[in-house]
T-cell receptor, first 116, second 112 residues
């Protein structure tokens, strides 16, 4: 266990559904991240929050909406997704995210999302 | 050119041998280098990181960094079947926030 938890672990949803992914870190970190991992492709950074402020939105479609109410919790709200959005969604956290370039990210177990 | 390149493999090695995994990166401003292991269906797990040129050892793992050649490698000594996984190289740079660029990973298969 890395101290980063994600729920649900598996999610199947239709294209008209609205659902949310939850991430919680118990490490006292100040930065949290959402990544998408599709088959045979590198991890794609989606969003970064540092001290609850969004510092990166990596050209992610608006059907993905992040929320970071405090430094321990991160949500990804999903609506009107497409089948190509099916992937493993990973949450990560790091100590400061402050751009030192040496901050280590720890990953949660991921949510396997299938969009029908 | 991809920002972080890895041979996709599979790299097949016999049990007990040394597995050598390689990674090249394009951004000369990169300052931190990470190796993650990912088992099938699981999330990435940090193995080790390296910031300075040279070698860094941790148990059976050795990371090697050559910034002049923009090359980082991971050696696994006495490879075990349990080491069979995909190994992800990630590169970070200073400034703004801690953004990591990941390679697509190299699949390692250790056979008995």
């Amino acid at each position: 266990e890395t101290g980063v938890t994600q729920t649900p672990r598996h999610l199947v949803m239709g294209m008209t559904n609205k659902k949310s992914l939850k991430c919680e870190q118990h490490l006292g970190h100040n930065a949290m991240y959402w990544y998408k991992q599709s088959a045979k492709k590198p991890l794609e950074l989606m969003f970064v929050y540092s001290l609850e402020e969004r510092v990166e939105n990596n050209s992610v479609p608006s059907r993905f909406s992040p929320e970071c109410p405090n430094s321990s919790h991160l949500f990804l709200h999903l609506h009107t997704l497409q089948p190509e959005d099916s992937a493993l969604y990973l949450c990560a956290s790091s100590q400061d995210g402050g751009g030192t370039g040496t901050d280590t990210q720890y990953f949660g177990p991921g949510t396997r999302l299938t969009v029908l | 050119q991809k920002e972080v390149e890895q041979n996709s493999g599979p790299l097949s090695v016999p049990e007990g041998a040394i597995a050598s995994l390689n990674c090249t990166y394009s951004d000369r401003g990169s300052q931190s280098f990470f190796w993650y292991r990912q088992y099938s269906g699981k999330s990435p797990e940090l193995i080790m990181f390296i910031y300075s040129n040279g070698d860094k050892e941790d148990g059976r793992f050795t990371a090697q960094l050559n910034k002049a050649s923009q090359y980082v490698s991971l050696l696994i000594r006495d490879s075990q079947p349990s080491d069979s996984a995909t190994y992800l190289c990630a590169v970070g740079r200073a400034g703004g926030y801690n953004k990591l660029i990941f390679g697509a990973g190299t699949r390692l298969a250790v056979h008995p």
